[in-house]
């Protein structure tokens, strides 16, 4: 069963989120007639311009008393249930329809079919594949285009004489109307997107031979994993023609999402994955205070690391770290290790540095500054557990941080008792340690407030 749709909207083109539908029409095909019906103004909450009514001749005063669209939500879910959502240019109509549920909470899911794409597919070499040139080319009448129950009408007319077509071809004739239009990829959209959840969590795209291609995280699985599909990317796209299956973990909050993700891409280094893979560390730019007080700055080896500010997958990526700092904080290179410990520095006589290395800056001014650099790439306490949301309503989340490190994540229920250090390590599962993890947990504490319990 088919329902052959048409909609009238007071949005510009694909723009679902700013538009509104304002009227719908919706007529049962059972593949040989239209056997129901149902056609609606729709009241959208807002104004309709002057260019939407020029387009459908819809005002506001006609639809002042028309029912808003969660007034007939519901029968637009019956009548559309297990059938297969028609219409001419499918994305646009399918498209506000399923934000206009959106809106109310629901995710609307149909099948869908597009009327243009099986035209071109059963008559090809047309130079217009617009519903108005179809109907020209094919004698159809549409006494009311641009209102939603002339076009649907217009469609309906259409399907059956793509119908006809059908049933004359040769090649088409054995097969249905949906095995005509799903490509392989259609056919992956759809399995892929059946099988993955609206949860929070990270999700494996796999190929033909179960290996993992990309890794991704979502706090809505689904709606990233549909994302793929919209890319008009030329890697997305050929991502897309070496997927077959997907896996997902559910995380229950974004925090766990976005460290698994690093830790899985680094582990399993996907083809299509750009970033994080790296996963061993060479350098650190390390920092502390001189004897006199200063602080200061220097790139070391990842292993004779003491106190660490950042660490790098290269030299030279922590050297360019450095010299941003340099730029950006008017530091002094010979505090950044980059200059003779016993000279005045370079940058000082070309006015770059301010003249800490020759007594000429006050040490607290000069430490001002390097501290800004130090609270972006440090904790505000050496060990603490985050607690959050989990995957269900009864569970919790924790991320725990240990001497300035993360340590790992878990979960625990909302009766366990957590009572010394010890306690806390037994919820997280430990990870090998990857230092920007760290740089993500700092990274999300900035942007979220979650419930911290300190352990120090």
Not at 189 to 197: R, S, V
Not at 274 to 284: E, W
Not at 368 to 396: C, D, L, M, N, V
Request: charged letters at 25%; aromatic letters at 12%; glycine letters at 6%.
């Amino acid at each position: 069963m088919f329902a052959i749709i048409d909609i009238e909207t007071c949005g510009g083109k694909f723009d679902f989120k700013r538009g509104r539908i304002i009227e719908i029409s919706i007529l049962i095909h059972d593949g040989l007639t239209v056997v129901d019906e149902f056609t609606s103004l729709i009241n959208p909450e807002c104004y309709i311009s002057a260019y939407f009514t020029n387009i459908s001749g819809i005002t506001n005063a006609m639809v002042d008393d028309a029912p808003k669209f969660y007034e007939v939500a519901k029968q637009i879910l019956e009548i559309t249930k297990d059938k297969i959502f028609v219409a001419h240019n499918v994305g646009f109509d399918y498209g506000f329809v399923k934000e206009e549920f959106a809106s109310l909470g629901y995710a609307y899911k149909r099948d869908t079919l597009c009327t243009v794409r099986l035209t071109r597919k059963l008559i090809p070499g047309l130079k217009s594949y617009s519903l108005g040139n179809l109907c020209d080319y094919l004698g159809i009448d549409n006494e009311a285009r641009h209102r939603a129950r002339g076009d649907a009408m217009a469609t309906a007319k259409l399907f059956d004489v793509l119908m006809q077509v059908k049933s004359d071809h040769p090649q088409f004739k054995s097969k249905g109307v949906d095995e005509l239009m799903v490509r392989r990829i259609d056919k992956i959209k759809k399995y892929i997107l059946d099988k993955i959840p609206e949860d929070c969590g990270v999700y494996y795209f796999l190929d033909q031979d179960q290996q993992i291609i990309y890794i991704g995280k979502s706090t809505n699985m689904y709606n990233r994993a549909l994302s793929h599909f919209n890319s008009k990317e030329q890697k997305g796209r050929k991502m897309l023609n070496e997927l077959y299956n997907v896996d997902f973990v559910k995380t229950g909050n974004e925090l766990i999402a976005l460290l698994h993700e690093n830790e899985e891409i680094k582990r399993f280094k996907p083809k299509f994955n750009r970033l994080r893979k790296a996963d061993a560390f060479t350098h650190c730019i390390d920092w502390g205070k001189t004897e006199l007080g200063i602080i200061y700055f220097k790139i070391v080896p990842f292993q004779e690391s003491n106190d660490t500010l950042q660490s790098f997958t290269s030299y030279s990526s922590a050297r360019n770290c450095l010299e941003n700092m340099i730029d950006e904080y008017t530091l002094c290179i010979k505090y950044c290790g980059l200059a003779d410990a016993e000279a005045v520095c370079f940058n000082h006589q070309i006015k770059k540095c301010n003249g800490i290395c020759a007594q000429q800056e006050e040490v607290e001014v000069y430490n001002k500054r390097a501290i800004e650099i130090t609270k972006k790439h440090t904790y505000k306490q050496a060990s603490f557990a985050i607690i959050s949301a989990g995957r269900t309503p009864e569970e919790k989340a924790m991320v725990l941080v240990l001497n300035n490190k993360y340590l790992g994540s878990g979960y625990f229920d909302e009766y366990t008792q957590l009572n010394s250090i010890a306690d806390f390590e037994e919820v997280v599962t430990k990870t090998d340690y990857y230092p920007d993890n760290d740089n993500i947990v700092r990274g999300w504490l900035k942007a979220n407030k979650p419930k911290i319990v300190s352990l120090t």
